[in-house]
């Protein structure tokens, strides 16, 4: 069974982080919500307070078959601010392991030279900062072992994507129907 993990730091966009985590569980992954900030309350960009199941310092991540970066202000500035979690990104990226940002969060792809060379979505403020991607303007875009989406609205494809990565493109197909998302 896969396993995934939804990183969070003060500031996160609330709907693109729990949304990840709502369809990944929905579909049988186990998904953690872990914290960048050494506590497990994080408060989102919008005030809405979200309990954490752990701390970056705490997770395995051997056993983790994707890492996902929720964007948001200044949450995605703590996720690329957590030294334990960029590591692990460069890792997963060596290691051809998944590697999902939506957001502002691809930017943090983008200043580790991750995106050279691939295709790849952002906010559309921070798309200057897809260093050496080729930008397309798409809810969501997979591109070998990196998925990123463009914002809050794009949740559900992006989502659905990282779903489709881990399980195929039937189980997504299967999801969006169950949750009455049009494909």
Do not use: W
Not at 46 to 61: Q, S, T
Not at 85 to 104: W, Y
Not at 154 to 164: C, D, K, R, S, Y
């Amino acid at each position: 069974m896969s396993k995934a993990a939804v990183f969070f730091g003060t500031g996160f966009e609330e709907i693109e982080a729990l949304t990840v985590v709502d369809i990944l569980r929905r579909a049988g992954i186990e998904t953690l919500m872990v914290s960048v900030m050494d506590q497990r309350h994080v408060e989102g960009s919008h005030g809405i307070m979200v309990e954490m199941e752990m701390l970056a310092r705490e997770v395995d991540y051997e056993e983790l078959d994707v890492i996902v970066l929720p964007g948001g202000m200044p949450g995605t500035k703590n996720l690329e601010a957590c030294e334990v979690l960029m590591e692990q990104v460069d890792a997963f990226v060596a290691q051809d392991k998944l590697v999902a940002a939506i957001c502002a969060a691809p930017s943090i792809l983008g200043h580790r030279g991750i995106l050279k060379g691939k295709k790849a979505c952002s906010y559309p403020t921070f798309e200057s900062h897809l260093e050496g991607a080729q930008v397309l303007q798409q809810p969501a875009v997979t591109d070998g072992n990196i998925i990123t989406g463009r914002g809050m609205g794009a949740a559900i494809p992006f989502g659905l994507a990282i779903l489709e990565k881990l399980q195929g493109k039937e189980a997504a197909q299967k999801m969006a129907e169950t949750i009455v998302y049009d494909l």
